[in-house]
């Protein structure tokens, strides 16, 4: 399978039953397995329908291609060359060995989209019943995120490093100032047209585009407006409304392109960005989000608003990200004495 970037539409429908291989949004050419291929031509133009159909959110439609892909690897490992006669057992087992290299979170997701998977078949009439849906994921709890953040100062001392002698230096400060000053989603910031940046009588506004297709419009922190302000003059691009307001580079040019910025060319800027600064190269776009929750309430923001402006639906989707919990020190431990 080869994958491509996350823009795009289907560029190739099938012509027929027959089809084995078709070109999704997002993953490039997706391949029928042998062990899909083997059910039947129904069953082959199922398995397609499920990723390019089905899926709207093309972070979920990697995932799960992944992990149902991997389960019919599995199979095909095991001697099982028909997806009709996978049993509650097979799954039960593939997820239990799926745990041994994998953590509770990241095998609870394989599960999730197994369920879903075998949920679309039997909608459909490919399957009589799932044999996934009595199975458990694995127990897991999480009272603290393991997205790694940083303290204020370093991401001070980060943006100041940015060099704005440059379009690139200048479009990397506003976006992670954009991650930073309104908890946004990597993929929302870099969904972002020119003219989802707009005033509205004394306010400048982001209207940003989270999952599921909603809309979530948030006030422009004074520092993000000052910012965005440089890199729309410098860039010269405000009237173009509805072009990407984050670009992609020209190698290494220093020209823009007409093109949105990916999320993987995202990430390895911020990389660079940090070990640039002296700084963490752990951090990620969504240490930002991390970070700006734990920086709200450091400075006396509710738990409830924090939820409002990262459009979390549950408050204990926020507390994840909120990092002022007190620590438990060694000194306290010490306190147990005998």
């Given at each position: 399978?080869?994958?491509?970037?996350?823009?795009?539409?289907?560029?190739?429908?099938?012509?027929?039953?027959?089809?084995?291989?078709?070109?999704?949004?997002?993953?490039?050419?997706?391949?029928?397995?042998?062990?899909?291929?083997?059910?039947?031509?129904?069953?082959?133009?199922?398995?397609?329908?499920?990723?390019?159909?089905?899926?709207?959110?093309?972070?979920?439609?990697?995932?799960?291609?992944?992990?149902?892909?991997?389960?019919?690897?599995?199979?095909?490992?095991?001697?099982?060359?028909?997806?009709?006669?996978?049993?509650?057992?097979?799954?039960?087992?593939?997820?239990?060995?799926?745990?041994?290299?994998?953590?509770?979170?990241?095998?609870?997701?394989?599960?999730?989209?197994?369920?879903?998977?075998?949920?679309?078949?039997?909608?459909?009439?490919?399957?009589?019943?799932?044999?996934?849906?009595?199975?458990?994921?694995?127990?897991?709890?999480?009272?603290?995120?393991?997205?790694?953040?940083?303290?204020?100062?370093?991401?001070?001392?980060?943006?100041?490093?940015?060099?704005?002698?440059?379009?690139?230096?200048?479009?990397?400060?506003?976006?992670?100032?954009?991650?930073?000053?309104?908890?946004?989603?990597?993929?929302?910031?870099?969904?972002?047209?020119?003219?989802?940046?707009?005033?509205?009588?004394?306010?400048?506004?982001?209207?940003?585009?989270?999952?599921?297709?909603?809309?979530?419009?948030?006030?422009?922190?004074?520092?993000?407006?000052?910012?965005?302000?440089?890199?729309?003059?410098?860039?010269?691009?405000?009237?173009?409304?509805?072009?990407?307001?984050?670009?992609?580079?020209?190698?290494?040019?220093?020209?823009?392109?007409?093109?949105?910025?990916?999320?993987?060319?995202?990430?390895?800027?911020?990389k660079r960005r940090a070990a640039q600064a002296g700084i963490s190269p752990a951090l990620s776009p969504h240490s930002f989000r991390?970070?700006?929750?734990?920086?709200?309430?450091?400075?006396?923001?509710?738990?409830?608003?924090?939820?409002e402006m990262a459009n979390h639906a549950d408050t204990r989707t926020t507390k994840l990200y909120d990092r002022t919990e007190r620590?438990?020190?060694?000194?306290?431990?010490?306190?147990?004495?005998v």
């Amino acid at each position: 399978m080869q994958k491509s970037d996350m823009t795009g539409e289907l560029i190739e429908a099938p012509k027929n039953r027959e089809i084995t291989r078709l070109a999704i949004a997002g993953l490039g050419m997706v391949e029928v397995p042998a062990v899909i291929a083997a059910g039947g031509a129904e069953l082959a133009s199922r398995y397609l329908e499920f990723f390019a159909g089905s899926i709207r959110n093309p972070n979920t439609r990697a995932a799960y291609l992944n992990a149902v892909t991997r389960f019919c690897d599995w199979m095909e490992a095991i001697g099982l060359a028909d997806l009709a006669a996978v049993q509650p057992l097979h799954v039960a087992t593939y997820v239990e060995a799926l745990g041994k290299t994998h953590g509770k979170a990241s095998v609870g997701q394989h599960l999730s989209a197994l369920k879903s998977f075998f949920a679309f078949l039997v909608a459909g009439g490919t399957l009589k019943r799932s044999p996934a849906v009595e199975v458990k994921a694995p127990t897991f709890s999480r009272r603290r995120g393991a997205t790694p953040i940083t303290s204020g100062s370093e991401v001070r001392r980060l943006m100041d490093a940015i060099p704005t002698d440059s379009l690139v230096g200048l479009r990397d400060r506003a976006l992670i100032a954009t991650l930073l000053y309104t908890m946004a989603r990597v993929s929302a910031a870099l969904h972002c047209q020119v003219k989802d940046y707009y005033a509205e009588g004394f306010t400048r506004w982001l209207c940003l585009h989270e999952k599921g297709g909603k809309e979530h419009r948030m006030p422009v922190h004074h520092q993000l407006v000052e910012y965005l302000e440089t890199y729309l003059d410098a860039a010269g691009i405000r009237d173009k409304p509805g072009s990407p307001l984050f670009r992609s580079a020209l190698g290494r040019t220093g020209q823009l392109t007409e093109l949105a910025l990916d999320r993987r060319n995202a990430l390895a800027m911020i990389k660079r960005r940090a070990a640039q600064a002296g700084i963490s190269p752990a951090l990620s776009p969504h240490s930002f989000r991390a970070m700006a929750i734990t920086f709200y309430l450091e400075n006396g923001g509710t738990l409830e608003e924090a939820r409002e402006m990262a459009n979390h639906a549950d408050t204990r989707t926020t507390k994840l990200y909120d990092r002022t919990e007190r620590v438990i020190t060694q000194s306290a431990v010490e306190r147990i004495r005998v």
